[in-house]
């Protein structure tokens, strides 16, 4: 053997042994006592994980920019031994976020773990103006951007932490009638992969979560414009499909272990995987399959900013039998309450 060959081995070496120590030592984290906080934590995938949070004992703190819903949310986790620290919060401001996190480090200490998680838009792009995409990269890039900078100063003194940053699907591959979501989510993933390439050395790891769909019950608090009934249909619809979707409960789970082993990523269910090799492996046939989509998606109808929740968006299609799941996850999971007025 060469001594170039032998570097080699002994490199090679060296390199998977800090690789098993590193995954021995991130295996060993536990959230009991942990404080976590989980943004757009008052209902959906938030109130879900906060669940699966609380019954690992973790220590919770919730915003979301409803109190009555962040309250509904506090009723809820006691069931589970929790009483997280509430505040109505828009990530979006990164003031109020600071005062945030300041209020929960002088109630709770400092945070260890922090989960952010973010809200969609849908409509063909004819419908959405320059807002539209201002806001959905106000609420899902720079409300996770404001987040993580609030925390970084104590996570980096104690070098220490975990970051889970919630994406999408639409982060990897850009879907119809979701042009503003997507975008925001592939911001979202590219800050996220660098974010934990830089934080590494100082013993912060994040990890990026790519959701399919999933029935959270999360198509009523949505947002929908241009035929809006029409496009809370079929958007519903599929997010009660049992094949193509996955329940809430079940992702929870799955976010919660990968951040427990500190992976670099999470693609949730086996259609966001086949979808995401097929787009690397051949990019011309899932555009081909994506204009299909389009064409079999509602025409486009009005522009400007008129938009519509999912609540105020039904139809004879939508609630019904086919968004069964849907409905009882809406019912389940805090997204049925009515809106402020």
């Known amino acids: 053997m060469t001594s170039l060959s032998k570097t080699a081995c002994l490199a090679a070496g060296g390199i998977g042994a800090w690789w098993v120590l590193r995954r021995l030592r991130q295996s060993n984290f536990h959230f009991q006592d942990k404080v976590v906080l989980v943004t757009g934590g008052s209902r959906g995938l938030g109130l879900v994980l906060s669940r699966q949070l609380a019954r690992e004992g973790a220590r919770l703190a919730l915003c979301a920019r409803d109190s009555d819903e962040l309250q509904a949310a506090s009723h809820d986790l006691a069931q589970y031994g929790s009483a997280p620290f509430i505040s109505a919060c828009d990530v979006g ?3 109020q976020v600071q005062r945030f996190i300041n209020e929960v480090e002088s109630c709770l200490g400092p945070i260890d773990v922090l989960v952010n998680n973010a809200i969609i838009q ?3 792009l004819s419908t ?5 995409f201002e806001e959905a990269l106000a609420t899902t890039f720079w409300g996770a951007y404001n987040t993580v900078e609030a925390v970084l100063p104590s996570m980096k003194q104690r070098r220490q932490g975990r970051i889970v940053n919630i994406s999408s699907i639409g982060g990897k591959i850009s879907v119809p009638h979701l042009l ?3 975008v925001s989510k592939f911001a979202l993933a590219g800050y996220s992969q660098g974010l934990r390439a830089e934080l590494a050395n100082n013993g ?3 990890t990026t979560v790519y959701p399919g769909l999933m029935r959270t019950g999360s198509p009523r608090n949505a947002t929908f414009k241009g035929q809006h009934r029409a496009e809370y249909a079929w958007f519903s ?3 009660s499909l049992p094949l193509l979707t996955i329940s809430a409960e079940h992702a929870a789970r799955s976010i919660v272990d990968a951040c427990r082993r500190g992976d670099a990523e999470l693609l949730l269910s086996l259609p966001t995987k086949l979808a995401v090799k097929i787009n690397a492996l051949f990019p011309e046939t899932t555009d081909w399959l994506l204009s299909l989509a389009n064409r079999l998606l509602p025409r486009p109808q009005g522009a400007g900013p008129e938009q519509f929740q999912g ?10 039998a086919l968004t069964t799941l849907t409905e009882r996850a809406a019912r389940r999971n805090n997204e049925t309450l009515p809106a402020n007025p």
């Open 93 to 95: 401001d990164a003031q």
């Open 122 to 124: 849908v409509g063909p």
């Open 128 to 132: 959405m103006t320059r807002q539209d």
């Open 180 to 182: 503003p979501y997507c």
């Open 204 to 206: 912060i790891t994040v």
């Open 237 to 239: 619809i599929s997010d």
């Open 311 to 320: 609540k105020d968006s039904f139809s004879s299609w939508s609630p019904s």
